[in-house]
């Protein structure tokens, strides 16, 4: 018993050795300085290269699982201003190390609830909205709001739904720039109103629009709301006004560029663009060629880099849970929310240079291009 209790303690002893001797032999290779480690050769043999680059992806997992995830449901990117805008959270996110998940409804309601479910189950902190329909949104983003996202309203507004941020312009404001252009030519007699798609949250802009032309000694003898906000609809309503009134019309209110391009398109057909004033929103490159040329009056030049990079830079708050601070707030139905407001710019034929070629928006090429 002795004799095996003896071999047991040197066996002990022995293992501890052992163990003392590998650590102090870990110790010893570990690198001292990240430069060097950093610099030092990898290879699949050496065990200080494996654990390095074992390190280098832990590091990359961790910076990723840091990041702020920000989903973007758009309506569209069918009509340029749109496509400027994704551009530009691309751009503001990569700026910010922001990973950003869009998808796209096309125009369709139920398309775009289905595309924040799924935005919802990737783990985003933020999801931005530009609702197809402002009134279609109020239950997915609720659900949104309870599993702890935070909700940016980007740009048009939403009806009896929850926001933590709206980032947009003023709706009001921007209604009495469309129209300002009619004051400035103090234009009388017969007006059309041909707005946006109802669905959007549009009844501010078309107050702001009233509200000039309530000064102005004019007639609204048609208003119609553009579904999709097409140019085709507009097509149709322009032929109906300009019938209906014996081309007694002297200005066409139109509420976006493609709106106003199937109006010049039916005053076109009876002899009379460039004769009507017609207005316009969104400054489309379209839209400035036809103001160079005479054939559209003006349009509302929204600095997209300037909101997308806004709204990035919101979301990047909501996300770290920071204040948002803004001088006024806006409510759609349910809670007031912080309204980060961008400027608009009317764009008339007199200031195409200075505004926006001067500025590098467009080149002299592209707007007086024949």
């Not at 002893?13 to 001797?21: D, H, K, N």
Request: one cysteine or more.
């Amino acid at each position: 018993m002795k004799q095996s209790w003896k071999k047991l303690v040197a066996v002990l002893l022995t293992v501890t050795m052992l163990g003392a001797l590998g650590g102090c032999g870990q110790e010893a290779a570990a690198p001292t300085d990240g430069d060097s480690a950093k610099d030092a050769p990898k290879t699949e043999s050496t065990p200080d290269a494996a654990e390095n680059d074992n390190a280098d992806a832990k590091a990359g997992e961790e910076s990723q699982s840091d990041s702020i995830k920000v989903g973007y449901s758009l309506k569209t990117v069918q009509e340029e201003r749109w496509q400027r805008e994704l551009d530009g959270c691309e751009a503001a996110a990569k700026d910010l190390n922001v990973e950003l998940i869009y998808q796209v409804a096309n125009g369709d309601a139920q398309t775009q609830v289905s595309q924040i479910e799924n935005l919802i189950t990737q783990g985003v902190d933020v999801i931005m909205v530009t609702a197809v329909d402002a009134g279609a949104l109020t239950n997915i983003l609720n659900t949104a709001k309870e599993d702890g996202i935070k909700i940016l309203v980007y740009d048009q507004q939403l009806e009896n739904t929850y926001g933590d941020a709206f980032v947009g312009y003023d709706d009001f404001t921007n209604g009495t720039l469309i129209a300002q252009e009619l004051k400035n030519l103090d234009i009388k007699g017969n007006v059309v109103l041909l707005h946006g798609d109802k669905s959007s949250g549009i009844e501010k802009i078309i107050d702001g629009e009233k509200s000039i032309l309530d000064q102005l000694d004019v007639e609204i003898v048609m208003e119609q709301y553009c579904q999709n906000w097409g140019a085709e609809a507009a097509l149709g309503y322009a032929q109906n006004a300009l019938a209906e009134q014996n081309n007694d019309i002297a200005a066409f209110v139109c509420m976006n560029d493609g709106i106003a391009s199937g109006t010049i398109q039916a005053l076109e057909e009876v002899g009379m663009d460039g004769k009507v004033a017609v207005t316009g929103m969104d400054c489309e490159l379209t839209a400035v060629q036809r103001i160079a040329k005479g054939t559209q009056t003006s349009t509302l030049y929204k600095d997209s880099v300037a909101l997308s990079r806004a709204a990035i830079e919101t979301a990047v708050k909501l996300a770290k849970g920071e204040a948002v601070t803004t001088e006024s707030t806006i409510n759609f139905g349910v809670n007031d929310m912080p309204h980060v407001i961008v400027n608009s710019a009317v764009i008339t034929k007199d200031n195409i240079d200075s505004e926006l070629i001067d500025t590098g928006y467009y080149t002299k090429e592209e707007v007086y291009a024949e």
